[in-house]
């Protein structure tokens, strides 16, 4: 009988106390079942200011980062394994849970293997092995990527169109990747609410790889609702602009529909920027340090990121000897189209060491925008999990050790009011 009162008891309690209490949820995984039990508490926390109050806009948010997968792999004399994913400390998903069939349940039927190559709020863009063997392997096939989009909000995975891209750009693996979402690729001062859960969210993909020449990249955009690829189109010459170094970060960084990746000129590096709606392209001088500034050994490649804002893209380098990262921030001078402007130095955060411990050689090896998280492996072989808003370095090696082997990490993390609004129903505008 302790139940039906229980029950009873609970829906009597007035709106605005049931929202405290569910204010006051810390596990966002206990927050959904929660919304899941009735349907008042379900409007209740799928309401936009609920959301917006537990998740604030314009912050950071540890819980957003779900975990990462091995990217890069170091050892030349062994063929690099399909990564596992490593859940981050204190995750939702929790030690020994399967990351895709979690979150997308139906795409473990769809393909055997995957490997992530590019992740935007929510969209996971994947590389995956057809059924029946693997083509890239045994050479039957080595011009073809099979690509698929799994939305991790809506849990549904669609298989794209095979890419023909290029002998020399797959076999060399010199392509890089974009996922974009319908509001990235909807015009600026638009921001459409996310179509009903039964029909397929709008996304788009965008790969760059070199073309068969080798003389140039070529640009690939898939639109969802279209049949094929459209045709590849000129992207940059490396021979006009004397940039000759290969792509330093192909997972892309996205920001207000324009796409960016890190390219390194052997002395400077660059930030490509490629406009989706427009096709426009443009490079930006990062303000990291030149060899001739400063011995190489002493701070890491600086990486791409985008501010707590959204809107704004940063460059972060980590210092090796004095443990610091410092952040840059790309202030456009007016225009439009973002081409003009200037970098600025915003700050240093200062990276605080675990108690009684030595920390050499640290390496930056993947960034979480959403979480304002930075992975580091230092000493050959510890990892340590940075947060850049209190400098605090907290070791993850023993969790982590199925990133053993692996130059760089790939972050998935997930934007929580979306996929509450998208797995519950309400108005959503990402």
């Given amino acids: 009988m302790r139940a039906p009162k229980a029950t009873a008891a609970a829906a009597t309690l007035p709106e605005d106390v049931v929202l405290e209490i569910l204010a006051r949820v810390p596990d966002v995984a206990d927050l959904f079942r929660c919304a899941a039990a009735c349907k008042r508490w379900r409007v209740l926390v799928v309401d936009r200011p609920f959301l917006r109050r537990r998740w604030p806009e314009h912050a950071r948010h540890p819980s957003s980062l779900l975990g990462f997968f091995g990217q890069d792999w170091w050892r030349e004399d062994v ?5 596992d994913f490593v859940p981050a400390p204190r995750s939702v998903l929790g030690p020994g849970r399967p990351f895709l069939s979690s979150f997308v349940p139906g795409a473990a039927g769809l393909f055997d293997r995957t490997v992530p190559l590019a992740s935007n709020r929510g969209l996971l863009l994947v590389r995956y092995v057809p059924r029946g063997g693997d083509p890239r392997i045994d050479g039957t096939e080595p011009s073809v990527d099979h690509l698929a989009v799994c939305n991790l909000l809506s849990g549904t995975c669609e298989v794209l169109p095979p890419l023909q891209c290029g002998w020399f750009s797959n076999y060399l693996d010199t392509s890089a990747y974009a996922v974009l979402t319908g509001a990235d690729c909807c015009p600026r001062s638009v921001h459409p609410p996310c179509p009903p859960a039964k029909k397929k969210s709008l996304f788009m993909v965008l790969v760059i790889g070199i073309n068969q020449d080798g003389m140039r990249y070529d640009l690939h955009t898939f639109s969802s609702g279209e049949p094929s690829w459209s045709a590849p189109t000129k992207c940059f010459n490396p021979i006009e602009h004397r940039i000759f170094g290969p792509i330093m970060q192909r997972d892309a960084v996205v920001r207000r529909g324009t796409v960016h990746w890190l390219l390194w000129d052997m002395v400077n590096f660059h930030a490509l920027n490629v406009d989706a709606i427009t096709g426009r392209v443009s490079l930006h001088m990062l303000p990291a340090p030149r060899p001739q500034d400063l011995v190489r050994c002493m701070y890491d490649n600086p990486r ?9 893209l940063s460059s972060l380098c980590l210092f090796r ?3 610091t990262v410092e952040m840059w921030t790309w202030r456009d001078d007016g225009d439009d189209d973002g081409e003009r402007g200037h970098w600025r130095r915003d700050r240093v955060v200062e990276l605080r060491r675990p108690k009684q411990r030595q920390i050499d050689g640290p ?68």
Avoid: N
């Avoid at 850049?388 to 760089?408: I, N, P, Y």
């Fill in 79 to 83: 063929p690099a394994p399909l990564p």
């Fill in 304 to 312: 791409l990121s985008v501010a707590a804002d959204g809107t704004t």
């Fill in 321 to 323: 000897e004095d443990l």
């Fill in 363 to 430: 390496l930056c090896m993947c960034m979480g925008e959403r979480s304002g998280t930075m992975l580091v492996r230092a000493d050959g072989r510890c990892i340590y999990l940075a947060d850049l808003e209190s400098g605090v370095l907290e070791e993850v090696t023993d969790q982590f050790c199925g990133l053993a082997g692996w130059k760089t990490a790939f972050p998935v993390e997930i934007d929580w009011p979306a996929f509450f609004t998208h797995r519950l129903g309400g108005k959503s505008t990402v």
